[in-house]
């Protein structure tokens, strides 16, 4: 059991760093297309945004996007087909674009008014942190618990308190000699 959690950790990182490698070359483009967006989100609410972008404007942080820790996750979970992880990867990066997208009109809102500028800061911390593992979750619900003996899946608070107790070495896992 540990040395398949060090196993996936070590594919979690090795594949943050291939990602982000590769986000230093598309990160201008991406920031484009989103602040593009939110420039036509805006500008269906009723405001007028008189833009301009260039590759000046943009850095590896100028949009701060989940994107890369969730598809790490997604590459490093084992034991998944090639076309569920293709699909969770195509749908969670879609939802973190529109994430993005939402938090870059929230930011140019966010002096307009307190609420605004709390959507924006409450977006902000849990699309980059916390959404990227929610979706993880979500989309590899199936794939991350196991099977019951009968077929069915067992539930996740279950598997949680199995998981647990495994690694604390207080039973649920497997029975040991006397453990009757």
Do not use: H
């Amino acid at each position: 059991m540990k040395m398949d959690k060090l196993r996936f950790f070590a594919k979690f990182l090795i594949f943050s760093v291939i990602l982000y490698c590769v986000w230093l070359f598309v990160v201008e483009k991406y920031s484009y297309v989103v602040l593009y967006s939110a420039k036509v989100v805006l500008e269906l609410m009723g405001y007028t945004i008189k833009a301009q972008f260039d590759a000046s404007t943009f850095s590896a942080t100028s949009v701060v996007s989940g994107i890369i820790p969730f598809i790490a996750l997604v590459l490093a979970t084992p034991k998944v087909e090639l076309g569920n992880k293709a699909k969770a990867i195509l749908a969670g990066s879609l939802i973190l674009f529109a994430v993005d997208v939402v938090i870059m009109v929230s930011l140019t809102l966010s002096g307009r008014s307190e609420f605004m500028r709390f959507t924006f800061e409450f977006l902000e911390g849990i699309g980059a942190v916390a959404l990227p593992f929610i979706l993880w979750i979500f989309f590899m619900y199936r794939d991350l618990i196991p099977k019951t003996a009968g077929g069915g899946k067992k539930d996740f608070v279950n598997v949680m308190k199995e998981f647990y107790s495994a690694e604390s070495g207080e039973g649920g896992g497997k029975k040991t000699k006397g453990s009757d």
